[in-house]
């Protein structure tokens, strides 16, 4: 797994984080993934919070988990937030049972390796009671989209709350089998600059069905994109909801 980069553990990126990932119909697949009946629910990698303060304000029991303190303070004070039990720390850290456990934001694809990904799903697993379900999505290796990262790193750009731009440009794209690296320079409102380096592994949707399977998800559900098409090899997104009897 990947040691955690700035982006996550510095308060300046951190807080950049909403606004580059803002809601989107990501969002509103996981809304719908959970339902409208109460449930217990894990958030893995919560980040900022918000998919997690958006379950807990439709009513669900909501625990969010992860290791990034920076991100955990963000999400605690955000709006609802006190509707949420924080935890900082990995799903050993977390204590209980749920009926459904989610991954947003592509967290899944920061485990570079079979052992550290079968390991992660076990652990869901073991916080699942019988019947829940683990929904999380990665990149499709096939889509080939960090092809397209270094042409559009040039106009991604935010505007932060004091109206001022922010802007990310993604350099060094460096593949390695199932593995992307690359350094993101973030340019700040005051006119600074923070580098991050950061690793994902791309694994086919073959590999990570055969994990889950091992970790004893007998039932995959799989979405090629948020509106719940099927996987094709031009799928951007490899979306899968795992179950177990």
């Known amino acids: 797994m ?14 950049l984080y909403d606004l580059q990932n803002p809601w989107g119909a990501d969002s509103e697949f996981y809304l719908a993934v959970a339902g409208r009946p109460v449930q217990a629910i894990l958030d893995i990698g919560c980040g900022t919070g918000m998919m997690a303060a958006a379950l807990a304000r439709q009513g669900h029991d909501v625990t969010a988990v992860d290791p990034a303190a920076a991100m955990l ?72 989209i960090w092809e397209q990262w270094a042409s559009q790193s040039t106009s991604a750009s935010t505007t932060a709350p004091s109206g001022k731009a922010a ?15 690359f350094r993101s320079i973030y340019r700040l409102e005051d006119g600074t600059e923070v580098s991050s380096r950061s690793t994902l592994r791309f694994a086919s949707q073959a590999t990570i069905s055969g994990l889950a399977a091992k970790a004893g998800f007998s039932r995959q559900t799989w979405y090629g994109d948020w509106d719940c098409r099927p996987v094709t090899p031009d799928s951007r997104e490899l979306i899968l909801v795992a179950g177990f009897e």
Do not use: C
């Open 2 to 15: 990947n040691e955690l980069s700035a982006h996550y553990t510095d308060p300046r990126l951190a807080a």
């Open 73 to 144: 303070d963000l999400a605690r004070s955000r709006p609802h937030g006190n509707l949420v039990h924080w935890v900082h720390g990995l799903v050993a850290d977390v204590r209980g049972h749920f009926d459904l456990a989610i991954m947003t934001g592509h967290a899944f694809q920061v485990l570079l390796d079979d052992e550290t990904s079968l390991a992660l799903l076990q652990a869901v697993k073991q916080r699942l009671v019988p019947g829940g379900r683990f929904a999380f999505e990665t990149r499709n290796p096939e889509a080939r």
């Open 167 to 181: 802007g990310t440009t993604h350099v060094d794209i460096e593949k390695r089998g199932e593995l992307v690296s």
